[in-house]
């Protein structure tokens, strides 16, 4: 019986210290066109506009392409966005990713981030034009 018991103590110890590993998290990225030409607002940006407008200041953003991805702990993605716009993911220790931003073979933005669930990170500031391209990032 006291083996038994050593065995289970043992399993449960082995449990315990073995790390684990985070559940995997799908992440949504959108490629957003900020100007100031008028224009409606665009209605599938509701939950990022209160981010966006105090922190850059423009008059309109329009949702140029969206996409999602499901990034395992440790693992890396390629989100294709429009107009030959590609996001490399690489996922680090809990919700840190590193992300490449490039537009074919020219690299736009390179950096990490910490995401939240249901909470917009913002990148870019990218010159389009009279505007700026902006990308965000989110754990849905």
């Known amino acids: 019986m006291k083996v038994i018991a050593g065995i ?3 399993v449960f110890l082995l449990g315990v210290v073995t790390p ?10 959108m490629l957003i066109l900020a100007s100031n030409e008028p224009a409606p ?3 599938r940006l509701e939950r990022v506009d209160y981010l966006l407008r105090p922190v850059l200041r423009f008059e309109t953003y329009r949702l140029l392409a969206q996409s999602s991805v499901i990034l395992p702990d440790g693992a890396s993605a390629t989100v294709a966005l429009e107009d030959g716009h590609v996001l490399y993911l690489q996922r680090g220790k809990k919700n840190r990713v590193e992300v490449t931003w490039q537009r074919g073979d020219t690299r736009l933005l390179s950096t990490g981030v910490g995401l939240e669930r249901n909470k917009p990170t913002i990148l870019g500031g990218v010159p389009q034009g009279e505007g700026r391209l902006i990308v965000t990032l989110m754990i849905k």
């Open 41 to 43: 607002l665009d209605r």
């Open 8 to 10: 289970l103590f043992a």
């Open 20 to 29: 684990t590993e985070a559940a995997p998290m799908e992440v949504e990225a």
